[in-house]
């Protein structure tokens, strides 16, 4: 059993609880005693891949908080390889971290990694996926993820004329056509995701104003492997090839994530839709406000996205994080929704926006999260 360290930061009552503690969440490494320093702390920070650069945003952002709290930082990428993400979580166990902050690739993919956590007193936090089918995850940091899908629904309805921006019946009726994508399956919050959007569009769709012309309204049916932007543009021509070859158009597209978009619009423009919405793209939603599709947003190719704002997700994690290390319990706002599997997993989530053109400017330039500059070229400094 690792002996205690990390709760000297605390003072006396921490040292006092975590003596008591007997090595669960909140014991630490191998040197103990009760001087040490946050930079002896170790926290290791896996996140799933650098192709998306949301995660870059997350790594980056997690990493510099931790170390600005004085925390020494190994944060590794798994190039979306589940074996290579369970190798390097293995690795940050042996090689002595004091808590782990993981987003998994595949939800259900990391038990005997945690278990491993577990049994060294390593607490886990789950870090905007959950982590399923294990009790070794000690909290969650995410978003509201079933209201990420209401929102990406609710701005294709509105994209398509049947809401207003207020969310009030705008007059249009269709019926429009539309088709559904969704994200990985072994991502629990694709599930979330879906849910939200469908509970959001059913009454449409029962009405007769949305019509799935392809008939796939399954999660099943439209889910995209590791959320990859070539599956979805593959899908979207397929889709175009077996539904819309007679002449019947796409109106409205409903994507999880915007390189999911960018796939779905390159099939859109390739099969002569015209280059923006104004030219006869359909309406189509995202996820993330990565800087391609808030240009895209900005061009008016792409009709929406869902700012998660990674700088506060980190504040979260590191807020969890700080508070494990300090041997007390990090406060959740959410007891009810996250069932992995085995437990119902506490946890913090955090509210989202829709971000339409013409909130780009208050919400992702006046905050700080892209520059003008970066807006129009598409690309991070
Ligand atoms: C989800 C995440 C989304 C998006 C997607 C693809 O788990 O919540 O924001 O990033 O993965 O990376």
Known sequence: MKSIRFVALGGVLAL??????????????????TDAEPSD?????????????????????????????????DLQYAADDIPTQAQQIDQ??????DLLIVASIDGTALANQLQAAADQGIPVIAYDRLIRDTENVDFYVTFDNYNVGVQQATSLLVGLGILDAEGNEAGATGPFNI????????????????????????PYIDNGTLVVKSGQTEIEQVATLR???????????????????????????????????????????NAGYGD????????????????????????????????????????QAVV??????????????????????????????????????????????DSGYWTEEEVAAGQAD
């Not at 359909?282 to 700012?307: C, M, W, Y």
């Open 92 to 97: 940050m166990i042996t090689k002595g971290a």
């Open 276 to 315: 923006s919405i104004e030219a006869g793209l359909p309406i189509v939603t995202g996820q993330d406000a990565e800087i391609a599709s808030v240009k895209l947003i900005n061009d008016g190719v792409q009709f929406s996205t869902i700012f998660k704002d990674t700088r506060k997700l980190a504040e």
């Open 41 to 73: 702390l170790t926290i290791g920070v896996a996140m799933p891949t650098e192709t998306s650069e949301r995660w870059i945003a997350d790594g980056d952002a997690v990493k510099s908080q931790l170390e600005e709290a004085g925390y020494t930082v």
């Open 16 to 33: 006092g609880l975590a003596a008591c503690s007997g090595g669960g969440a909140g014991s630490g490494g191998a040197e103990g005693g």
């Open 179 to 202: 088709e559904l994508f969704a994200g990985s399956l072994d991502d629990n919050n694709a599930h979330f995701f879906f849910q939200g959007a469908m509970d959001t569009l059913q």
């Open 227 to 269: 959320w990859l932007q070539e599956t979805a543009q593959k899908r979207m021509e397929d889709l175009l090839t077996s539904t819309y070859a007679g002449g019947d158009k796409v109106d409205g597209v409903l994507s999880p994530y915007d390189g999911i978009s960018r796939g779905i619009i390159t099939a859109l423009q």
């Open 320 to 365: 969890s994080a700080q508070a494990f290390l300090d041997g007390e319990e990090p406060e959740a706002n959410n007891t009810e929704d996250y069932d992995n599997g085995v437990k119902v997993v506490p946890s913090y989530l955090l509210e989202s926006d829709i971000v339409y053109a013409d909130n780009i400017q208050s919400l992702l330039i």
